[in-house]
């Protein structure tokens, strides 16, 4: 059995590949799942149902956004030094969105007009944020990297985690297994939300529609973190607030300790210098008011003692008319209740009749009941012997 080196199979495997004639110039039709440019260097991976290809186009002209539609015509190159496979394209035209992108789209537009982005529904952050609930993976990168902002800015924050896993079948339900659990614990003021960045298929949990609802639904602000500064999902803008990266989201709910020093020491000095200032004024005032009272204080008293005078009579004057307003409106009352009085009905010629001490009718009395008739004077008790309906 012969051995090969690396070299001499990437070498064997690069011969096989730029010897195909089916491999140069063909067309090759998908939907992009990333798309990158760097120093006029375009990197980007088409994707079908089943399977991703990397490609490279050198000399990039166009930019594309994830979920494009693209028709690419180029050739197929091996490179032995890095080991790795790539569509070398030449041209590279867009004819159309990708069916995932297509359901984002049509996703965001229906939740926007049910109202779930509106801007008036969103919860602002508190003031001063002591603990946070962060829904992401536990081995990420992600919790890291905010566990590292929030121990430099304000190393009291309490953090809680729930470890959720953020790419997958199992993500969604993960995800919101989270945010449920955070809204119902007391100790938590804020939710983040956060994973690293990726392709379109690696954020399509965060682009779920029952995600988005428990989200807007949700009582306790929650920061969407997800991806890049580029990406966007759904459940950044039914979020309370997006922040571009987990980092920024750290930054957004910690305030820095040495800020705070600084804002209550500024605040100590104005207050001290304006309450230093308030005393000095209400000195002046107290000596400028003494010396008025002393120099005037015959006529000040006079002028008080009549003062007072004609408030005690107003005062009198519209207790007096109180008073008499009262009795009118109690005789009103008292010759209201009279004429309401069922005994003067009685005395009227009218009578009471009743069945077991209830009023009868028609549906509670049969031929044969005994009833009472309470008169002006006199109470009876008789034998119903017929029965109409009025």
Known sequence: MKTFTVSQINRIIRDLIDNEVILEDIMVTGELSSFSITRNIAYFTLKDNDNLLSCVQFSAT?????????????????????????????????????????????????????????????????????????????????????????????????????????????????????????????????????????????????????????????????ISAVGHETDFTIIDFVADLRAPTPSAAAELVTFDNNDLKRYIKGLVTTYKLKLDNKVTDLLDQINSTSLSIENNANNIIAEQTMFIVDKLNSMDKSINDKIMNTIHSVNISLNTLDRLNPAKLLQSGYSYVSKENAPISYSNVAVGDNIDIVAKDVKLNAKITKKEKR
């Open 62 to 222: 166009k930019t594309f956004n994830v979920g494009d539609l693209v028709q690419v015509r180029g050739n197929v190159k091996y490179y032995p030094k890095g080991g790795k496979l790539t569509f070398n394209a030449l041209e590279l035209e867009l004819c159309g969105q990708g069916e995932l992108y297509q359901q984002f789209l049509q996703l965001k537009e229906k939740l926007s007009n049910e109202g779930l982005f509106s801007e008036e529904h969103k919860i602002p952050l508190p003031r001063f944020i002591n603990s946070i609930g962060v829904v992401t993976s536990k081995t990420g990168a992600v919790l890291q990297d905010i566990k590292n902002v929030t121990m430099r800015r304000n190393p009291n924050l309490d953090i809680f985690v729930y470890d959720a896993q953020v790419q997958g079948k199992s993500a969604v339900g993960d995800i919101i297994a989270g945010i449920t659990y955070f809204d119902n614990l007391s100790d938590v003021d804020v939710i983040i939300v956060a994973r690293g960045g990726g392709s379109i298929e690696d954020l399509s949990a965060f682009n779920d529609e029952e995600l988005a609802r428990i989200t807007y639904i949700c009582n306790k602000p929650i």
